[in-house]
């Protein structure tokens, strides 16, 4: 997903985290800043009966830009299959963009949709294809990726550079489709990029063909797997490319890589690192999820995006984030942040994908530890802490990380940095890294290529750790408060009373002690012998490294 704006300028299931109440949800709501939303919103975040009982099967978009008039023209071909009987279908297409025609069918607009009559109603269990022309000229990105829209730029040399960026804005910005983040494609999608025979064009996946006619080319690539519609993306320029092959945990994974002209040198060293990366990944998070579609990095006119098996980067070939340590660690700048961060999207986000963008944490949280996992694997345990730790810095508190449902809106940027704490602080609560490993492992082999919700993963983390962590969740991504641990050691009677403040009712994380000693914190007061650990095991700097918490020694005796 699109990187945090924030620092540019700089089998024992539990039955109980099955049945999180409704409470917790509206509480949640609650919390979040009161906004106004429109019709147009709702349209957009919300399936409907004009969504719901058709689903998509494929994708085939070409498009042929205009650099000069800034204008794309083309079309795209929806292979969708019949869920229910259905006549009316909503296709997301944004102003100013305009439709010319769908053959065989009728449409109207209300806004940024499309609604559709099929000219002959479809059948349960029918599968169809719609064709849809259009032209115009789509919404320009005034800073990419945050601000989205088409990107028309020129390289140092003063040649035309394009490409998009629509996470969140939505890939209805530049072609129809169906816009929401739980349906994606189940044949993937074909990409046919009509440019000057001086120009070369990339998109995902694998390059098909290429077919020269009166001064142009069409250049067709294909994914086979699932993606997201914001990921299908167009990169057109004077490009370059090298390639290379990784034996990895499902065979030989093809490697490509492409940039401009004169940016080759500087690519083939600093993309050594997308080995190191895929090695560190797929130990921690399994399989790179699309071997069948390859792994390609392409040098774009923005700082970078996830978009799957086409990775845009635009890191300027230097370690950190355009060489800074976004941790203030150290440990930030051993390391290209957009080829770390970026690739691990293709585990979370573009593998597995929240069905709605309230849900982002969902990517951004996994995709912000795996910064930590990577620090982990190459420079040891402790370097890893530090670089989490490190992040905190960037954390706000100021707005629930789970945004609103229905109206495609994201929650708060502390998805990213807060997120990724929350996921450490339960790492150390289970204190068994294999067991923490294999939980990544099979979130990527459960939710494969699938859309999920925010239950789903939480569920499957509290069902194989063995820890109701219902109420850490709730605490962490739809809270705002900072946990403290209070406890008032008694050194006489050599023991600790603790307990956990500043936090909502059931909180209950548990620790374990630098010591080596567990504990169950909960709101109500509890006492346990100071053990083998001592009090230095309860001193602030032993607890918050490890938890995202606070903690608060009392003088006097609790009553």
Known sequence: MKINKDPLPLGKALLIVVCLSVAHFSQAQLMQKKEVFTHADTLRGTLNSNRDWWDVQRYD?????????????????????????????????????????????????????????????????????????????PREAVTPPWDGGWIWKKDKEGRAWMSVACQGLGASVWFPCKDHQSDEP????????????????V?????????????????????????????????????????DTLMGEKGKLDLGYWVLDYDLEKAKEQFKQAKLMLRAFEYWLGPYPFYEDGYKLVESPHLGMEHQSATAYGNRFQNGYLGRDMSGSGWGMKWDYIIVHESAHEWFANSITTKDIADMWVHEGFANYAEVLYT?????????????????????????????????????????????????????????????????????????????????????????????????????????????????????????????????????????????DPVHPTTEWQTTPVGKGGLDQWKPAAIERLYYVKTSKLSSKPS
């Open 203 to 243: 998109g995902n996946g694998r390059l098909k063909s290429s077919k020269k006619e009166n001064g142009l080319t069409a250049y067709t690539w294909e994914v086979t797997s699932p993606i997201n519609s914001y990921c299908i993306i167009p990169y057109i320029g004077q490009y370059a490319n090298f390639s």
């Open 376 to 516: 982990e694997y190459y420079y040891g345990k402790e370097a890893g802490t530090d670089y989490c730790v490190g992040i905190r810095r960037g954390i706000r508190n100021q707005d629930p990380i789970i945004g609103h449902y229905g109206v495609n809106k994201e929650g708060s940027g502390d998805m990213y940095p807060k997120g990724a704490n929350l996921l450490h602080s339960i790492r150390h609560a289970i204190n068994d890294d294999e067991k923490f490993r294999q939980i990544l492992r099979g979130l990527s082999s459960t939710f494969y290529h699938q859309t999920v919700t925010t239950r789903q993963i939480e569920d499957f983390i509290s069902s194989r750790s063995g820890i109701d962590l219902s109420k850490v969740f709730d605490q962490y991504l739809r809270n705002t408060q900072i946990p403290v641990l209070e406890y008032y050691p008694d050194d006489a009677a050599g023991r600790v009373s603790y307990r956990w403040t500043n936090c909502i009712p059931g909180f209950n994380l548990p620790l374990v002690l630098a010591g080596g």
């Open 61 to 137: 978009i070409r498009v042929r830009p205009d650099f000069d008039a800034k204008t794309i023209g083309g079309s795209v071909t929806i292979g969708f299959k019949a869920l229910t009987n259905g006549e009316k279908m909503q296709l997301d297409f944004q102003q100013p963009m305009i439709i010319d025609s769908i053959p065989g069918a009728r449409f109207e607009r209300d806004g940024n949709i499309a609604l559709v009559s099929l000219g002959q109603s479809a059948k349960k269990g029918d599968s169809r294809e719609l064709t849809v022309y259009f032209h115009g000229k």
């Open 186 to 201: 189940d044949n993937g999608a074909g990409l046919t990029i009509i440019v000057p025979d001086s120009t070369m064009a």
